[in-house]
């Protein structure tokens, strides 16, 4: 039995879960993922002598309302995606519009006592290539978590995340660790989506290791022409989903207040791009690769 495609979808299953629960808050970002060639020859129409590139650029606000024991926050984000297939000869593949994901977000953390908290959050939004907006553009996240503070230097908490993603309502389990020790050293993450392992070089400043999962799913909207080794006329509806799995070294650097910059880099360990239509249908397994990304970032609450 194969269980590559299975594995492919829980990844994405995971990149659903909303972003509101992680601490650190995207402000500004930009990320570049180095061209690579397919690890496996793709079954299905597509050419085999392929390199894909990723570049995505993202904005998002997030503003928290305290009303004593309970904090409302309220933000929304953006993401706009680019993905280049490129053959042999250097000539484009598949020339996609960029694509858009806008999203609200909502998070609510409720004070249950000194120790014990509840948080829930919601993420509607749309992923498309905006041509045109149907039904299977639309998105649903959602989550619930406990969490506990057990002391200044421990947080640790447990929940489920919702999906309506792809068709199916998907629920999921999500544990949240935040960690700090005597020293300098501390973990914060939202597993398996992600986790960030840190040493603070001064008050303003530390340098980490990140590994994180990132992708989603878009409905994209083409004609004839923009599919290269398609001879047929005409409008073709392609949904696309792509996932990545990104390990590498990160540095920040507070500049004001709650702000600092990120700058992060390092290697691809999966990276994978699906199309599910009639005429591109296969899944393509590419190659490790360098990556980089580069942010503007709020971190509202002490860790």
Known sequence: ??????????????????????????????????????????????????QVSLSKFGAGYGVPIDFGATQLTIGACYENLRIDLLDSDGFIVVTPDHMHYARLEVRVRQR????????????????SDFE???TDDWRMQANLMLHRHASNDLLYGFG???????????????AKLRWHSQGQLWFDG?????????????SRSELGITAAVSGTQYNLNLS?????????????????????????????????????IALEAGITVSRKLAF???????????????YMRLGLAMRPSAR
């Open 160 to 174: 489920v995340a919702y999906t309506s993603d792809f068709g199916t309502p998907t629920v999921l389990p999500i």
């Open 190 to 202: 939202l597993l398996p989506l992600h986790a960030y392992l840190a040493y603070d070089l001064s």
């Open 112 to 127: 249950l006592s000194d120790q014990w908290a509840l948080v829930v959050g919601a993420a509607p939004g749309i992923a």
């Open 224 to 260: 004839g022409d923009d599919i290269r080794f398609r001879n047929e006329a005409g409008e073709v509806d392609l949904p696309a989903k792509y996932s990545v799995i990104t390990v590498g070294p990160t540095f920040k650097q507070r500049v004001r207040g709650p702000l600092f």
């Open 276 to 290: 599910d239509g009639e005429a591109i249908n296969a899944t393509l397994d590419q190659d490790p690769s360098g």
């Open 132 to 134: 045109e907006i149907g």
């Open 1 to 50: 039995m194969n269980l590559r495609p299975l594995f492919f979808l829980f990844l994405l299953l995971l990149l659903t879960i909303p972003r509101a629960q992680a601490q650190d808050y995207m402000l500004l970002s930009g990320e570049y993922l180095g061209g690579a060639g397919l690890a496996d020859t793709p079954s299905g129409t597509i050419p085999g002598d392929m």
